[in-house]
């Protein structure tokens, strides 16, 4: 099956700094790769997502990047601010219709004033 | 629209001892998951149920049970609870198609077996 690799797992960052977090996946067949962001006591929200047949989506302050070749994808977040601070995870899909998610173990990202 | 609801948001049981998590979506969605999320685990699927009538094992399914009761509604069972099932319990939903969507996640259900 599919493994995601998330790295860091602890990012501290100055406040309007940026922000990179990684991930890998193993499955070549996996198309789907969403990002989601999780306060405390609270569900994952969709921050951002790529499909395969995209190199680089962005919004706003937020941009995620996919290299299909060496399986990787990143999120890019710049002009960090303090409610930034959160767990972020990446993960992939490799089929269409009703298919799980597998997930990154996650990064605590933490924005220093 | 509420989204996904779960109840009960806390729950503690002793071993041995059985209970059902629901969960419930407004947002018209096919498909439905459980997850549970471990420290320093991130997310592992449980079952998940592609339409009404349907359901699937994913990733940890062993000592769970699953019940999609309608379109809106799938629950999480434990029969007989062990330590190893404390943990935090999200459940999701998402539109069903040719390729993946976006999933929609619940509050979360906060677990306790002693």
């Known amino acids: 099956g599919e493994n995601v690799e998330q790295h860091p797992s602890t990012l501290s960052v100055q406040e309007g700094d940026s922000a990179v977090i990684k991930c890998t996946y193993s499955?070549?067949?996996?198309?789907?790769f969403p990002w989601y962001k999780q306060e405390l006591g609270k569900g994952p929200q969709l921050i951002i997502d790529?499909?395969?047949?995209?190199g680089e989506k962005k919004d706003q302050r937020i941009a995620v990047t996919l290299n299909k070749t060496a399986k990787h994808f990143s999120l890019h977040i710049t002009e960090t601010q303090p409610e930034d601070s959160a767990v972020y995870f990446c993960?992939?899909?490799?089929?269409?219709?009703?298919?799980?998610?597998?997930f990154g173990k996650g990064t605590h990202l933490i924005i220093q004033p | 629209n509420a989204g996904v609801t779960q109840t009960p948001k806390f729950q503690v049981l002793k071993t041995g001892q059985s209970m059902t998590l629901q969960c419930a979506q407004d947002m018209n969605h096919n498909s439905m998951y459980w997850y549970r999320q471990d420290p320093g685990m991130g997310l592992r699927l449980i079952y998940y149920?592609?339409?009404?009538?349907?359901?699937d094992k994913g990733e940890v399914p062993n000592g769970y049970n699953v019940s999609r009761l309608n379109k809106r509604e799938f629950s999480l069972r434990l029969e007989s609870a062990a330590p190893s099932q404390t943990s935090v319990y999200f459940c999701?939903?998402?539109?069903?198609?040719?390729?993946?969507?976006?999933?929609?996640f619940g509050p979360g259900t906060r677990l306790t077996v002693l």
């Open positions: 499955d070549s067949a996996s198309n789907y």
């Open positions: 149920s592609a339409s009404e009538g349907t359901t």
């Open positions: 999701a939903s998402s539109e069903f198609g040719a390729v993946a969507n976006e999933q929609f």
């Open positions: 993960a992939a899909s490799t089929g269409g219709g009703a298919d799980g998610l597998t």
């Open positions: 790529i499909r395969s047949n995209v």
